[in-house]
């Protein structure tokens, strides 16, 4: 998925070349803010100014974090990536130069500038590139503040630096007669730019034209005259003088021609450009600027790139470039680098002779000695040389010639390290925009303008320029149908490759030309890694010395090293597809299935020891351990790098039947997803391994999924009570049978949060006490402190706060003993609520703090989200200015979290705050939408404690009627969940308010 940002114009994001809308004006601001600061931090205050433009409202910091959070979730890759990271006090949007426009032209007109001298036919088309980019006006849809219109500003006069840049190159190029046009339109709009004004003068003098020339002069004059006050400066008034006086000096100079004085043969060896030849604009030039610099030693240029990447086409569309530039002619020979017998440097030495001149008679049989005569031949003449498609370095090595005036361009798949001296250039696929316009050079303009299938097109073809080719030819010669057809047709994976192919051309044949040229081991991996039909493999799950050949034949592609410093590998989607072929017709699917059981047995190992070593969990291991091993990698960083992998292992291991292999990878994850929000990935994998484990009858794997998938419940997820209780008590039936006490006393505590949330206290206390005596018999001390969290959490919603208060103290001492930072923060989170509750709002607060902190340290966002609603509530019974601040935080979190709970404790918060202010119905809207939440949760207490809240908000507004109707609702809830004390204080309320 490639992400692109477009600011010289209309805004626009792009996701694979398809626009896609950010319509929240606010939200536009906000992400041109942090385009405009690219891979730069940026404070909130700042975000806030731009957005608001000096008049914030109170919620502005609040806002922004929601818009953030909004963005995000836009901006987000397949896997829940974003580009927007957190930095202190703001955030960071990270993009690639490639990503945005105004990178990409700066980068343009620096290559420009830096080949002017040398190579201004380039520099004028990276200037023009650069200027097509510019869709409008910068951030034209924008409602910039300050900083955004300084900025759109900037980029007008670049554009305009630009434009006068480009005419004085094609000044000196003498193409006199199509600037005039331009420039014509350029000083109308821009009539005080002198460096223009003085352009558009010379190019009328040297049309022949002095008269109008000399009109430009005087209607520039009187502009600067009238609207600055000036008189024109020194460089347009010379200049004025010179034409009155048609001074020679500015006639255009009469270009230089090399031509050769040998009456030798100049061989031009180099097949025909490619007519329609698209994209790569930089590079070419790069390539052009590499070989033509002028060096007293040999100039070697080696392009290297996958198969299909088009690095011949590129070769020879540079070569005709560089004609001029190597007046004594072009050698060229295919080496053969892609078959099983490559071209001996003997028969390409005696080519290259026989083209320089060399009568067959004189040519020596020793290679070597050929290599020689070469040598001699072409130290006194400027010779380039293209050897397409080499093997390796020690071929190129044999035909190189010595001459500081000749230069050589090599291309092959592998980079050809071995080639002392020589500059690189890695060739990738296209970008989207290369792509399509390679697509629309080929087909007609009409049919091109069918962007959204074009889009769709060059997508599926991965943005290989062989297969692009290919697909633009097919559709050209389809013309009576739809883009659409071809679209749908690519769309199968089982006949893409039967579609990309036309003539001579075929994307199958070049994979497997390819692929023939490979040693058999590394044949053989390359179908085994396509059978495992996993998103990318590191050297460590397929420990095979020919992972290196494949990547050495850029059939698997080098995707840098992971967070853990491990390099990962991948396929390309169409390299993909052919090894898959390979795999189903030459791979028996026993040989299959074992392949991927080898490789689950090693990313189980390493994931079971990961887990193990994780400073948190929520549920007991399976079979129990007391033990915990050590090694010296991080467990997370390790988790973050393979959660995909992990993810695609256990969906793979269920379809194929491997249902042990599936369950227990599940596993592995679940605590790694449900501690660091992943909790898609941890359902997804645990209802495919699920379904795999039922239908093998695999019990103990059932019991530990539903028992996960119990721990799991979050309340807003699309989870129910019934579903979580369904869950827990078939694991827990399955878990004692099975005799596994520790999951058995995981599965009992799920039961009773049921109980607890419904307030079914006397249920919930009962499953409490058996799981107490399952963790008991195994010393599984994490079990214990669970229950002691739970215990806690009832006698508080019953009113006993001083049990209340034990079960807290002895659940933090048992976190601090065992290291768990998020049951410690629970704890600490219990009690400052019995403080509270208690009306000490201070220790409240400290004791808050205290577990936010912990929660922070320890990377666990959603308890984070918990303790900022918690500490808002407590700031604001205190009358703290930043209560509003960190409520606000809190619903931000919650929300980027999904957690409804965390989103109604914050709104709860925020609603006591605008009671105490006065704001009663803003407090009615936070507490309204709160008891919305906690009805959705199945929470009846916290519910019972907002209407108590709402009440008195209603009561603020005079609102008679509605403050009885939320205080009788919230007493009716107390006397149900047997709160006594909390129902009786709202009958005497109730009583006074008669």
Request: aromatic share 4%.
């Amino acid at each position: 998925m490639t992400w692109t940002y477009r600011v010289l114009g209309p805004m626009q994001v792009c996701r694979d070349g398809a626009p896609v809308p950010v319509p929240a004006a606010k939200r536009r601001i906000l992400l041109s803010y942090l385009l405009m600061k690219a891979n730069e931090p940026v404070i909130i205050d700042d975000l806030v100014e731009e957005i608001w433009a000096g008049s914030p409202p109170a919620s502005a910091t609040a806002n922004v974090r929601t818009y953030v959070a909004g963005l995000r979730r836009s901006l987000s890759d397949g896997a829940g990536a974003s580009p927007i990271l957190a930095r202190p006090g703001g955030y960071e949007l990270r993009v690639a130069s490639s990503q945005l426009d105004v990178s990409e032209v700066r980068e343009r007109v620096l290559r420009a500038r830096a080949v002017a001298g040398s190579v201004p036919f380039d520099a004028a088309r990276l200037y023009e590139l650069a200027l097509e980019a510019w869709r409008g006006e910068s951030l034209a849809d924008v409602a910039v503040g300050p900083a955004l219109a300084e900025y759109a500003a900037r980029l007008e006069e670049e554009r305009r630096v630009i434009v006068e840049d480009l005419v004085e190159l094609k000044l000196a190029l003498g193409r006199v007669t199509e600037i005039v046009p331009l420039l014509r339109r350029f000083v109308t709009d821009n009539p005080l730019r002198e460096r223009a004004q003085g352009q558009l003068m010379l190019a009328l003098y040297r049309c022949g034209d002095a008269s109008a020339s000399l009109e430009v002069f005087a209607r520039a004059r009187a502009a600067l005259v009238d609207q600055l006050g000036l008189e024109p400066g020194p460089d347009l008034v010379l200049l004025h003088r010179a034409i009155l006086e048609r001074d020679p000096a500015l006639d255009p100079a009469a270009p230089a021609v090399t031509l050769s004085t040998s009456d030798r043969p100049v061989p031009f060896l180099t097949p025909p450009d490619v007519a329609d030849f698209t994209g790569r604009a930089e590079t070419v030039a790069r390539c052009v600027a590499l070989l033509e610099q002028g060096h007293a030693t040999l100039r070697v240029l080696a392009v290297s790139g996958p198969p299909g990447v088009g690095k011949s086409a590129l070769a020879v569309h540079v070569a005709h470039r560089l004609r001029a530039r190597f007046p004594d002619g072009q050698l060229y020979a295919d080496l053969g680098g892609d078959r099983s017998v490559p071209a001996r440097p003997g028969d390409v030495l005696g080519l290259f002779l026989r083209a320089l001149g060399v009568p067959p008679a004189r040519l020596p049989e020793d290679p070597d000695e050929r290599l020689g005569l070469l040598r001699t031949e072409l130290a006194e003449r400027r010779v380039l040389v293209v050897l397409d498609n080499a093997a390796d370095a020690a071929q190129v090595r044999a035909l190189l010639p010595s001459a500081g005036g000749c230069a050589v361009l090599v291309t092959g798949r592998a980079r050809l390290a071995g080639l002392a001296g020589a500059a690189f250039v890695d060739l990738d696929t296209f970008t989207p925009a290369e792509a399509g316009a390679l697509f629309a050079a080929v087909v007609s303009p009409a049919r091109a303008g069918d962007t959204a299938a074009v889009a769709e097109i060059v997508r599926l073809c991965g943005f290989l320029p062989l297969a692009v080719r290919i697909a633009a030819a097919r559709a050209a010669g389809e013309s009576r149908y739809p883009l659409a057809a071809l679209a749908g047709r690519l769309r199968d994976e089982r006949r893409r490759l039967a579609e990309l192919t036309v003539g001579d051309l075929d994307v199958r044949a070049s994979l497997a030309t390819a692929d023939a040229s490979l040693p058999p081991e590394a044949r053989r991996l390359l179908r085994i890694l396509a059978a495992l039909d996993l998103p990318d493999v590191t050297e460590e799950a397929v420990p095979d010395g020919a992972v290196r050949q494949l990547v050495a034949a850029r059939l698997l592609e080098d995707q840098g090293p992971d967070a853990t410093g491990r390099a990962r590998y991948r396929f390309h989607d169409l390299v993909r597809l052919f090894a898959v072929e390979r795999a189903e017709c030459e791979l028996p699917a026993a040989e299959r299935r074992a392949a991927l059981r080898e490789v689950c047995a090693r990313l189980l190992a390493r994931a079971t020891d990961a887990d193990a070593r994780l400073e948190r969990r929520t549920v007991a291991p399976i079979p129990y351990t007391a033990t915990v091993p050590t090694g010296d990698d991080d467990p997370v960083r390790w988790f973050e790098a393979e959660r995909h992998v992990l993810v695609a292992a256990v969906h793979r291991a269920a379809r194929a039947g491997l249902a042990d292999a599936a369950w227990r990878l599940a596993a592995a994850l679940h605590a790694f997803c449900e501690l660091y929000g992943y909790y898609a990935d941890a359902v997804d994998t645990h209802r495919a391994a699920l379904a795999a484990c039922r239908a093998a009858g695999v019990r103990l794997g059932v019991a530990v999924l539903l028992r996960n998938l119990a721990d799991l419940h979050v309340s807003g997820r699309g989870f129910t009570l019934d579903d979580k209780l369904a869950w827990a008590s078939e694991a827990r039936d399955l878990l004692v049978e099975l005799r596994e006490p520790a999951g058995a006393a995981d599965a009992w505590l799920s039961c009773a949060d049921v109980h607890r949330a419904r307030g079914e206290y006397e249920e919930a206390l009962r499953c409490l006490a058996a799981s107490l005596d399952a963790a008991r018999q195994v010393g599984y001390r994490l079990g214990e402190l669970h229950v002691h969290q739970m215990t806690g959490m009832v006698h508080r919603a019953r009113g006993r706060t001083d049990l209340a208060g034990e079960c807290a103290e002895a659940a933090l001492a048992v976190a601090r003993e065992v290291g768990s930072p998020r049951d410690e923060s629970v704890a600490l989170g219990m009690l400052g609520l019995l403080a509270a509750s208690g009306g000490d709002h201070a220790t409240a607060a400290e004791r808050f703090a205290r577990g936010h902190a912990v929660a922070t340290a320890s990377g666990d966002p959603l308890q984070e989200a918990f303790m900022l609603a918690h500490l808002g509530s407590a700031y604001a019974t205190l009358g703290r200015r930043d209560a509003a601040s960190v409520l606000g935080r809190a619903l931000v979190r919650s929300r980027e979290q999904g957690s409804a709970f965390g989103e109604a404790l914050a709104l709860l918060g925020l609603g006591e705050l605008a009671v105490a202010q006065d704001r009663p119905d803003e407090a009615v809207e936070h507490l309204d939408a709160a008891g919305v939440l906690w009805r959705r949760c199945g929470t009846p207490f916290p519910e019972a404690r907002t209407l108590r809240v709402l009440g008195s908000a209603h009561a603020a507004r005079g609102d008679v009627a509605g403050a009885r109707d939320a205080w009788t609702a919230a007493r009716d809830l107390f006397h149900r969940l047997g709160n006594d004390d909390a129902a009786h204080d709202l009958d005497q309320l109730l009583k006074a308010e008669a």
